[in-house]
Each structure stands twice: as structure tokens, then as C-alpha cells.
């Protein structure tokens, strides 16, 4: 049977050329997201102030990765389902599994959309949003949460396209909706003067487009797994296997985010320079959290395909390949955001204390990136060969429930933003150690996973 888009075939050639070509899209369609995400800050810091920088940035930011997060890395776990399917040359269960995908992420993002809707000023009080920032983080919010359904479709329909192994076209059309949020932030904010409101509409905007040239694109591609509206039911075939894979990652997300809420009502507890500071060092550093989730995403993908064909000699060799573009990528980005974090910094705020306190923190993160690699790595192969729920267990043990119990335990006794941020680099390094273990001594489908 014709596998139908044989160039995305990830399961013959040169492991780790096929792994770079696959990679570099997802790498550069999500440092464009970054790059948005920053001309947000940019804007929102020079021309709305540094209490709406903190409305967008601070407990806001914490909801959205904790509500949306869940779903959208549930995603993940339809997407190898996905992969196996497309390595095993079976097209027709693609389109089946993918139409179920994406029908169930549009209702559960329409729930969603009502919840953070009503919820969203409940939400930001529980987390000891500063009083000046409430009416704004409420306003941005509630406007977000209208482009819910779209971001959850969005996210289902990228990750189908790249279990296929067709990298570029979300890159493609990630590029479109970049442009478009960057061209309606200038035209809310500046033009219309709609202040946090802009931004958020801009956003939602921009989520739409990429959307709908989605959906156009797996409707009328030419290729085996074209969706048709038949496809796009509720069904529970292959459903089960998604969310036994996905629920996992979703959880795994959602623990990530509940502690970074604990760790911003700490935040919160220093003060609006700080919480401003700490919104504006996800943006001066987000290119390496987006390159190393898309070599994740990219790791995860080849490891189903490769899977699904029975090449398991293929799933080893990307696992000492992977690490080794993982760490080289690490290092250099690291580099990189140090060298260039203080002209960034002039640019993106005016506000000098929010610049040495932004640099401040950088300085006690960056270097310590490197100790990530083995979560993201050895996570992204168990994923991919299905192992979903021990690496949960791990990094929120090691992650997630050692930040809350550093919160109240010494940022409690030594109250100051050095110890606050020191949980960090304490926890990735205990993570990746007991991943590490785990990789060495985990068994999966008879075949130890080492090389």
C-alpha cells in the first residue's frame, strides 16, 4: 500500500540528517512564536507600562499554561498514536484517528473557552495577583480564552502533520499567523490605543488564521491521509490509545504549571518590579524552552514511525544522536541569551529595574540549561515508544512536588528572590539524573532501551 508522502518517511536513511531536516522546522516555526511572544512584551513594556507587562506575564501566564497546557500537550499523545499508525503504512487509520483527534480537542476547547470566561477573575485572586493588575490580567484573560478552541485545534492539526512527518507546512503557515499578530498588535495598540485588550484580540486573531489554514491544508492536500467531513465525528476508535498516551503528557504539563502558580505567588510576594522581571525573563529566554520542545516533539515523532515499522535499531541510534544535538543546541543557545540578554533587555522595557532584575534571574538560570537535556531527550523516547506514565511520575516528583516543597519549606526561611529561583536549577539537575536510571534500566516491548 502506497504510504502516500514517502520524502516524510521517517523510518529509512541517515538518522540523524533525517532527525535535523525533520527538526529544523518545528525549531524555527516555534522560535517565530517566541519572536511574537516577545514583540508582545515589546509593546506591552514601552507602550501600555510595566503594570500591564506584569497583567499579561504574571498569574495570567501561570492560568493559560496550567488550563491550556493540559490540552494541548494531551495532543502529543494523539500525535504518536498517529505516528505508529503512519509507520505501520496503514493511511486510511490516519485519517480515522486524526478526524476523532480533532473533533474531541474543538468540544474541549469550547468547554474550556466557557470556564476561563467566568472563572478567570476567581482564578487570578486565588493566586495573589497583585491588586494594579487584577482589572488588566482579567480583561487579557478573558479574551484569550474566546481563541481556546482554535489554539487546541491548532496544536492537534500541527502535531497530525508532523506523526506524518511533514514538518514545514505548520512552520509554513505558523510564519502567516506570526506576521499577523505582530501587524495586529501594531495596528490594536498603537493605532486603536486598545491597550491589554489589543493584545489579546491580536492574539486571538492570529490563532484563528493559523486555524483555518490548517484545516484547509489536511482537507484539500492531495496526500493519503486528507480529511474529509466524514472523518471528523466522534468515534472511539483509536480514542483510547490518544488519551492513555496523552492524559499522561497533559498531567505532566499541568503539574509544571501548578508549581510555577505556587512558585508566582511567591513572585507576587516580592513585588510588581519582580513579577514584571520574572513575565519579561520568559521572553528573553523563550527560544531555548521553544527549540528544546521542538526537538522533543521532533524525537517523538521519529520514535513512532520508527516504532510502528519495527526499526527499533533506528529508535537507539536517534537516542545517542538525539542527546548529542540536544546538548550542542543547549550550549550554544545558552551562550547566545547571555551575550545578547542586556541589548535585549534596552529594548524591551524602559524600566531600569525591571532590566537588572530581569538579568538578574538570567544569570541564575541559563547556565544551568544544559542540566535539562536528559528530561527532554530520554522523555520524548519514552513517549514515543509509548512508555507515557512513569516519566510523568518522574519529573513530577522530581520537578514539580520538589518546587512546592522548596516554597514552603526554604523560600519560607530565607525569603528573597536568589532562593526562589534557586529551585530551578536544583530540581531540572535531580530530574535528569533519575531519568537517566530510569532510561537504563526500563524494558520496553522486550527491547532494553540503551545503545
Known amino acids: 500500500m502506497d504510504r502516500g508522502f514517502a520524502k516524510k518517511d521517517l523510518t529509512e536513511g541517515v538518522v540523524w540528517k533525517k532527525l535535523l531536516i525533520f527538526f529544523i522546522p518545528i525549531a524555527a516555526g516555534t522560535c517565530l512564536q517566541q519572536l511574537y511572544n516577545a514583540v508582545d512584551g515589546l509593546i ?13 506575564g504574571g498569574s495570567s501566564a501561570q492560568i493559560i499554561n ?32 486524526a478526524g476523532n483527534a480533532i473533533t474531541v480537542f474543538a468540544l474541549l476547547g469550547a468547554a474550556l473557552m466557557a470556564v476561563g470566561i467566568v472563572f478567570a477573575p476567581q482564578m487570578l ?28 485545534v491548532l496544536n492537534m492539526e500541527s502535531n497530525m502533520l508532523r506523526s506524518v512527518g511533514d514538518s514545514f507546512s505548520p512552520f509554513i503557515y505558523m510564519v502567516a499567523g ?41 482537507m484539500t492536500t492531495k496526500e493519503a491521509y486528507r480529511l474529509g467531513v466524514r472523518e471528523l ?21 499541568s503539574m509544571y504549571a501548578v508549581s510555577n502558580m505556587i512558585i508566582q505567588v511567591g513572585v507576587n510576594s516580592l513585588g510588581t518590579v519582580v513579577v514584571a522581571s520574572w513575565a519579561m525573563s520568559g521572553k528573553t529566554d523563550g527560544i531555548f524552552w521553544a527549540v528544546s520542545n521542538a526537538l522533543g516533539a521532533a524525537i517523538t515523532s521519529f520514535v513512532g514511525q520508527n ?41 524591551l522595557t524602559e524600566d531600569q529595574a525591571v532590566r537588572d532584575t530581569t538579568w538578574t534571574l538570567m544569570t541564575y538560570f ?22 507515557a506514565v512513569r516519566p510523568v511520575i518522574i519529573t513530577g516528583a522530581g520537578i514539580c512536588l520538589l518546587r512546592i516543597i522548596w516554597i514552603f519549606t526554604v523560600f519560607a526561611r530565607f525569603h528573597t528572590l536568589f532562593v526562589l529561583s534557586l529551585s530551578y536549577p536544583v530540581s531540572w539537575t535531580l530530574t535528569s539524573v533519575v531519568m537517566f536510571i530510569y532510561y537504563r534500566t526500563r524494558k520496553k516491548r522486550g527491547v532494553i532501551i540503551d545503545h
Do not use: H
Open 44 to 56: 506591552v513594556g514601552r507602550f501600555v507600562g510595566t503594570v500591564a507587562l506584569a497583567a499579561v
Open 178 to 218: 506570526c506576521v499577523a499578530n505582530i501587524v495586529l498588535d501594531i495596528l490594536f495598540v498603537l493605532g486603536f490605543k486598545w491597550g491589554i485588550a489589543g493584545v489579546a484580540v491580536a492574539t486571538v486573531g492570529a490563532q484563528v488564521l493559523n486555524t483555518a489554514l490548517l484545516t484547509v491544508k489536511l
Open 125 to 152: 485572586r486565588l493566586l495573589g495577583t497583585p491588586d494594579d493588575t487584577v482589572a488588566d490580567a482579567t480583561l487579557y484573560l478573558r479574551i484569550y480564552f474566546i481563541g481556546v478552541p482554535f489554539i487546541l
Open 233 to 253: 465525528k466522534l468515534k472511539g476508535v483509536y480514542l483510547k490509545n490518544m488519551l492513555a498516551l496523552g492524559v499522561p503528557a497533559g498531567l505532566q504539563s
Open 366 to 387: 541559563v547556565p544551568f540549561y544544559i542540566t535539562w537535556v536528559g528530561i527532554e531527550v530520554l522523555s520524548a523516547v519514552l513517549r514515543g515508544l509509548g512508555d
Open 307 to 347: 516504532l510502528g515499522a519495527g526499526r527499533l535499531d533506528r529508535v537507539k541510534t536517534c537516542v545517542k544522536q538525539g542527546a548529542v544535538l540536544a546538548s550542542a543546541i543547549t550550549l550554544a543557545l545558552s551562550g547566545m541569551i547571555m551575550l545578547a540578554g542586556k541589548p535585549l533587555l534596552m529594548l
Open 66 to 97: 496550567l488550563l491550556i497546557g493540559f490540552f494541548v500537550a494531551t495532543t502529543a499523545g494523539a500525535s504518536v498514536v498517529i505516528a505508529q499508525i503512519y509507520g505501520a503504512n496503514r493511511p486510511r487509520d490516519v485519517k480515522i484517528a
